[in-house]
């Protein structure tokens, strides 16, 4: 999970105008540049979309963050690179931890983020693309299993609000918690990820809307 970079970080391009290039149009940073969905989770946590390194200079000086959480996993758009230089340049821990927002997310996965909390240097910062789906997971999982918040707070973070759209593809992860609440009442989660949590059947039950899958994929281009 944890990235330390050698030489060129991968996804930065030669040039300081290819980089800027590929941020703002291939990895539509342009969108993100006055409004990020920058939001504080708890007094922990923070939430948000690919940062640019203007903004993680000010997030970082106005909130002192310690860590760096990438959902994105490596990635091939410039802004990966830049990440990591910023990281560097403001001593942030910085770790790679990729979720999907189109799927079941995955038993190991899941107990990695539970299991991983302990040895954080907080607060943190926990970003994916936009800030609306794999953000609005970690952020549930983080509240509800780690901080032990209430699992009705903890779903919140899965919200239009964030620009998360529940009808869509993205909808399976508001369906894992509600499946967690049928199936426990909101009690025991890592024991229910661990013993009774079955990926396979919950991504086979669950159906998203057309519309808003075209909306969220298409449209709008989420990873």
Known sequence: MTHEPTGRAPGKPATALGATVDALLRDHAVFRLVFNRFH????????????????????????????????????????YGQEIAVCRELGLAHIDFRLDS??????????????????????????????????????????????????GLAQRQLSLRYGHFRQAKTGILDFF???YVRDTGGQGFRRWIEED????????EFMSQWWASLLVDRLLRRE
């Open 40 to 79: 504080r989770v708890s007094p922990r946590l923070f939430r948000s979309g690919q940062p640019t390194p203007a903004q993680l200079r000010r997030w970082t000086r106005r909130h002192g963050l310690r860590t760096v959480i990438n959902l994105r996993g490596r990635h091939p758009f410039s802004t």
């Open 177 to 179: 918690f509600e499946r």
């Open 102 to 151: 189109r799927g079941a997310p995955p038993r190991d996965r899941l107990l990695q983020l539970l299991d991983m909390a302990g040895g954080l240097d907080y607060p943190i910062l926990a970003h994916c693309k936009t800030g609306a789906d794999r953000a609005g997971l970690f952020a549930a999982a983080f509240l509800h299993g780690v901080e032990e918040q209430p699992i």
């Open 197 to 204: 949590y079955d990926p396979a059947a919950l991504k086979a």
